[in-house]
């Protein structure tokens, strides 16, 4: 990775990443976080930012295909990688399979979740097209919600998983 050293004596660094499936070359700071690449350097905002400390997952993108916290992981460890957020995961404004069910099940309310509870639950279907119950509660048990008390969010991704 290329270090850049500007007027003011801090390093940057030259990142390349594939952000949904888009090649960008950004330019970050050594602590710039994954989550504020994202949303202030890409304009990307779908993926929020609550805790900011890892514990509440609103925050959650695919690295690699694997549920992260952008809120742990800094921007140049991202660095040659691929990265999804939800605003990759309708194509041609055509809702995802979850998105969907999360609609037709009222798994929304404040909405401020739901980014990263869908993330979450790519993640587990791509692995996992048929998981139980159980494994549906393990799956997003590190995005908590405010709101819904998580019943409708259970049954949204199970539905997603009909053919
Ligand atoms: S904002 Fe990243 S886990 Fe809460
Ligand atoms: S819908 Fe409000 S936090 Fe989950």
Known sequence: MEALTDQDGIKRYLVNINVNGDPYTVIVKANTLLVNLLRDQLDLTGTKKGCELGDCGSCTVLLDGKPVNSCTVL???????????????????????????????????????????????????????????????????GNLCRCTGYVNIVKAVLEATGD
């Open 75 to 141: 921007a140049v460890e991202a660095d040659g990688r691929g990265i999804t957020t939800i605003e990759g995961v309708a194509r041609s404004e055509k809702l995802d399979k979850i998105q969907e069910s999360f609609v037709n099940n009222a798994a929304v309310q404040c909405g401020y979740c739901t980014p990263g509870m869908i993330l979450s639950a790519k993640a587990l279907l791509a692995r996992n097209p048929k998981p139980t119950e159980q494994e549906v509660r393990e799956a997003i048990s």
